[in-house]
């Protein structure tokens, strides 16, 4: 029997289904202890009045299976919009379905629909199923750019500093 993967945009009542797909991908990412985010945080981030941030879901046959969130940024050097990918994250037991390569291409569908210059993401460097997966999509790596980040403490530290 043929299962029927679907990717649709999230709704306010998948805020407890998007929760809980996070903290299985921060514990993937060996970092559980990091996904903080309560649902109520989620709902507003999500599907508040000043959200900017998007939310995919994909299921099969009807049962939720995974996930996509991501934000529209902008490149001064293409002066138009991007798609940034947070997430994407696929329930282990239904990788190799296609479901992964569903919400990438339903992403990539919506940057050439919102005419965007640029769909991306970063990936853990060790991370080999998905470098492999991304690659074989045909994204290729930007080497030379390294991702830093204030956050926590350090963020407050310097926000408040002469």
Known sequence: MKTMIQVRSAEIGDVATIRR????????ERAEHEARATEAQLRE???GERATAHAL???CDGEPIGYAVYFFNYSTWLGRNGIYLEDLYVTPEQRGQGAGKALLKHLARLAMAKDCGRFEWAVLDWNMPAIEF???AGA???DEWTVYRLEGQALRDFAETE
């Open 57 to 59: 879901i994909c299921e």
């Open 45 to 47: 981030g999500l599907f």
């Open 134 to 136: 991304y690659r074989a």
């Open 140 to 142: 290729r790596p930007m």
């Open 21 to 28: 797909l996070i903290v299985e991908l921060a514990r993937y």
